[in-house]
């Protein structure tokens, strides 16, 4: 003989399922909220990384020499990302000043490449490297009538 269940074994039946569905929730929430931070953090990340490659280039372009265009990149470079609060785990800056070699009169140009290991370790996320890299290229023109 089946006997309907009472409201009260009912009650007994469905207890500890709130906190389960609550634990299920908040993980979900916590994971939500921490791939919208990782988001966000390497989105900032870019925008830093792009404008001290700009910078970079920049400099490197209104220098006299090769030499002095690659320590002047990596000075701005360096410069920059500290003004844009980004810390790096490594951080890389690469020059190409190959059109310091072009004759004056003919069109050149510099490239500063700029890369960034972004530290995202203290996020927790599962399947997440404890660094993002973040790299930028620009390029800016020299002077085509200036000595070089």
Partial sequence: MNRPHTPARRRRDERGSAAVEAVIGAAALTLFVSLTILGGRVAVAHQAV????ADAARAASIARTAA???TDARSAAAATQA???????????????SGFGVPVGSPA???ATVTCQVVVADL?????????????????????????
């Fill in 68 to 70: 002095t265009a690659a």
């Fill in 109 to 111: 140009s510099v490239t």
């Fill in 50 to 53: 792009q404008a001290s490659a």
């Fill in 124 to 148: 927790f996320l599962p399947g997440v490297p404890g660094t993002i890299q973040v790299q930028a290229s620009m390029i800016s023109p020299l002077d085509t009538h200036r000595g070089r």
């Fill in 83 to 97: 003004n844009q609060q980004l810390r790096c785990a490594t951080h890389e800056v690469a020059v190409d000043t």
